[in-house]
Structures are given as structure tokens and as C-alpha cells.
């Protein structure tokens, strides 16, 4: 596509329940990568593919977050058992090769999550 | 380790009025430095990079930045604002492993007209 996608926009969940984002990247781009941007704070990394592969999860907060990519595309991150703590802005961001954080990436607009 | 200090979390200006944003950064190694521009309910835009070269280093929309080394200072300029300036700025810094930012935690700028 001509840019990252990012679904849903907006997500509002009950405490406990468990959430799906998707982030479907540019067309060709092999990097993928997870942040959290929480009110008030700046980006927290979460995780980054390389293909289908994740040499980079350091930023998980805990092992209610995981996430998969397929097919060296769309990526989905879960959260499981949802906590309030957990609203946040989440952002996917893609770019050519390995080199995301020399060339800069693309981000998507980003999955507003509301944990009430 | 790599991290990311924004002076000031609001900056105001009047329209016209000079635009300064602080950035200091913290490096282990050569660092590639970045701001990006975050309009309300959109994602980060690259404004600006530097990696190597140039330290002087322009982007788009007029902005432009500085790589201080002596400084450790990344600091984003604008000579003139417009309103259409007002959004978020993140400075950010890349990992060692050059697969990971790390990013401050944002200026929001307002143009007063």
C-alpha cells in the first residue's frame, strides 16, 4: 500500500478482555516495528521483525503482549487480559531492510486504546 | 546506551516569531539523529535526519537542525512560524543495533496568532 495501515483507529475494551491490533506496512518494506505512545511520555519501543522473524522483542512489558507477523506483512500485536494501564497510542512503523533507524521509518496513524 | 532529552515539554510562539526546540542526546556511539512532526490523530512524520556529513541539516516545511557534538545537542530550528506549525515534536536517537529509536518525550509547540 502507499502507506502503514493501522486497524482499528480507535478500540475501546473492558478490563480483562483481550485485543488484536493489525498493522499492515508498505508494500516491500521487510522492517517492522511496535511503539506505545502513553499520555504525557514519548515512544516506548515494543518489538521489531525482520520478515517474519522478531530478533528484537526487548520492549514487551510483559507476556500478556505478543505479536506475529506473516508472510513478511501484515503484523498483529495482542494483548491479553487487558489492564488499564495498557490505554495507550499504539504505533507500527515500517522500512526498507534493516536500516529503519538509519533511513527513518513510516509510521501509521496509530490504534487508540481505551481500557475502561 | 542511547537516550533522548526535549527541554521545555510546551513551547509557545507568536506567528512569525523564531522557532527553537531542544534536543540533547545521550550516545555510546556515532549517533544518527532525528526529529519527527506529530499532527493531532496522525502518525510521526520524518521532519529532518542526520547520520553523517553536514551537520547543518534541512527539512521539510522550512525546519532545520543542528548536530553539536561538542554539545551533544540536536536542537530544531524555524526562522519563521505558521500556524499550520502547532503539533507535537519528537527528538530521537538510533540504537546501537540500528533497528530501534529511542525517542524524547515530545514538545508540543503552539502558534499563537
Known amino acids: 500500500g502507499a502507506g502503514v495501515s493501522q486497524s482499528p483507529s480507535n478500540k475501546v475494551t473492558e478490563k480483562g478482555k483481550d485485543v488484536e491490533l493489525r498493522c499492515d506496512p508498505i508494500s516491500g518494506h521487510t522492517a517492522l516495528y511496535w511503539y506505545r505512545q502513553s499520555l504525557g511520555q514519548g515512544l516506548e519501543f515494543l518489538i521489531y521483525?525482520?520478515?517474519?522473524?522478531?530478533?528484537?522483542k526487548s520492549g514487551l512489558p510483559s507476556d500478556r503482549f505478543s505479536a506475529e507477523r506473516t508472510g513478511g506483512s501484515v503484523s498483529t500485536l495482542t494483548i491479553q487480559r487487558t489492564q488499564q494501564e495498557d490505554s495507550a497510542v499504539y504505533l507500527c512503523?515500517?522500512?526498507?531492510?534493516?536500516?529503519?533507524?538509519?533511513?527513518?521509518?513510516?509510521f501509521g496513524s496509530g490504534t487508540r486504546l481505551t481500557v475502561v | 546506551a542511547q537516550s533522548v532529552t526535549q527541554l521545555g515539554s510546551h513551547v509557545s510562539v507568536s506567528e512569525g516569531a523564531l522557532v527553537l526546540l531542544r534536543c540533547n542526546y545521550s550516545s555510546s556511539v556515532p549517533p544518527y539523529l532525528f526529529w519527527y512532526v506529530q499532527y493531532p490523530n496522525q502518525g510521526l512524520q520524518l521532519l529532518l535526519k542526520?547520520?553523517?556529513?553536514?551537520?547543518l541539516v534541512k527539512g521539510i516545511n522550512g525546519f532545520e537542525a543542528e548536530f553539536k557534538k561538542s554539545e551533544t545537542s540536536f536542537h530544531l530550528t524555524k526562522p519563521s512560524a505558521h500556524m499550520s506549525d502547532a503539533a507535537e515534536y519528537f527528538c530521537a536517537v538510533s540504537g546501537s543495533t540500528g533497528n530501534q529509536f529511542y525517542f524524547g518525550t515530545g514538545t508540543s509547540l503552539t502558534v499563537i496568532p
Open positions: 521483525f525482520q520478515g517474519n522473524s522478531a530478533p528484537d
Open positions: 542526520y547520520t553523517t556529513g553536514a551537520t
Open positions: 512503523a515500517s522500512s526498507y531492510g534493516g536500516q529503519g533507524a538509519v533511513d527513518g521509518y513510516t
